[in-house]
């Protein structure tokens, strides 16, 4: 059972517009909700990070929204830039036990120039 | 500062071999993790260890066995490979508690079992 849903499976977005990548989940007891980003042939590297406690987390051109209500949250792009083509994953974890984040299927997003 | 480095980085095995995978990190974290990553299923757990000394079963543990016998190095072993475990093996390790507390990955490797 995927207990983080993520959409779509890939993006095509062009230079300068916004992404959008989905991600919900059913456990309400998940209460941080990191962001991966994962270019060909490395590691995923945490790119930003929430606690169900705000609505909202920007760091420059990235934005977490999170709706606790829903069991959504989901990242946006903003200006996309060739360089941010890579996979993004979404992921969840319970604080009180740490030992494992949960993670989306993840989303190919490809900016075009 | 290495971060976590895995080794090694591709390999191929027959059905039926065995083989171990290294990761080694210079952060004195605690707590390593070991996933595995296949197209369309993200990152699943395999096992992961919360000190030295320890180890527990994740998400996906059949026909993995792990040791954590120093706090710097966590090892995976395959004692017989098959097709099934083809993938792409991350491992993963992180500090401590607190808000942000991400974990940093090595960069994999990729196991093709023939």
């Known amino acids: 059972q995927q207990q983080v849903k993520q959409s779509p499976q890939s993006l095509i977005v062009q230079k300068g517009g916004i992404s959008i990548i989905n991600c919900a989940y059913e456990?309400?007891?998940?209460?941080?909700f990191p962001w991966y980003q994962q270019f060909p042939g490395k590691g995923p590297a945490l790119l930003i990070a929430?606690?169900?406690?705000?609505s909202e987390k920007k760091e420059g051109r990235f934005t977490i929204s999170f709706n606790k209500s829903a069991k959504q949250f989901s990242l946006h792009i903003m200006d996309s830039q060739p360089g941010d083509s890579a996979t993004y994953f979404c992921?969840?974890?319970?604080?009180?036990?740490?030992?494992?984040?949960?993670f989306g299927t993840g989303t190919s997003l490809t900016v075009i120039p | 500062n290495a971060g976590v480095t895995q080794t090694p980085k591709f390999r191929v095995l027959k059905t039926g071999q065995s083989m171990t995978l290294l990761c080694a990190q210079d952060?004195?974290?605690?707590?390593m993790y070991w996933y595995r990553q296949d197209p369309g299923m993200g990152l699943r757990l395999i096992h992961y260890?919360?000190?030295?000394?320890?180890?527990a079963k994740g998400e996906v543990p059949d026909g993995y066995n792990v040791s954590r016998l120093k706090k710097q190095n966590f090892l995976l072993g395959l004692e017989s490979a098959a097709p099934s475990q083809t993938s792409v093996y991350f491992c993963?390790?992180?500090?401590?508690?607190?808000?942000?507390?991400?974990?940093?990955f090595g960069s994999g490797t990729r196991l093709t079992v023939v």
């Open positions: 952060m004195n974290h605690e707590y």
């Open positions: 456990n309400t007891a998940f209460d941080y």
């Open positions: 929430i606690r169900p406690d705000v």
């Open positions: 992921a969840a974890s319970f604080s009180n036990t740490g030992n494992q984040f949960y």
């Open positions: 260890s919360v000190g030295e000394g320890t180890t």
């Open positions: 993963a390790s992180r500090l401590d508690w607190g808000f942000v507390y991400g974990y940093t």
